[in-house]
Nanobody, 124 residues
């Protein structure tokens, strides 16, 4: 069983930056894709970004392209999400998730373990 713990959320002004981290326990981190999702109040959980097991392949939701960067350090069992040029509409709880395979995916059904989430609030 893997445990995922997010950190790095907080309150930031429009245009600011935050870096989220997701620390994973267990031995399977380096063999699985990882992803970030988010959920705003009264909205569905939304795909943000994903990264393959090696980090060699990444992809993003259209609204995050050019602003967010996903990365991972398999030696540290940690994944990151660098978020720049933040907007009020980025306000949400951000979740990290472990993929069911080594290849990135955008649908939540392709992920089998989830963290508890970290709140990101962007003020106008």
């Amino acid at each position: 069983q893997v445990q995922l713990v997010e950190s790095g959320g907080g309150l930031v002004q429009t245009g600011g930056s935050l870096r989220l981290s997701c620390a994973a326990s267990g031995r399977t981190f380096s063999s699985r894709a990882m992803g970030w999702f988010r959920q705003a109040p009264r909205k569905e959980r939304e795909f943000v970004a994903a990264i393959s097991w090696s980090g060699g392949s990444t992809f993003y939701a259209d609204s995050m392209k050019g602003r967010f960067t996903i990365s991972r350090d398999n030696a540290k069992n940690t994944m990151y999400l660098q978020m720049n040029s933040l907007k009020p509409e980025d306000t949400a709880v951000y979740y990290c998730a472990r993929g069911s395979s080594g290849f990135s995916a955008s649908h939540y059904s392709e992920y089998d373990s989830w963290g508890q989430g970290t709140q990101v609030t962007v003020s106008a």
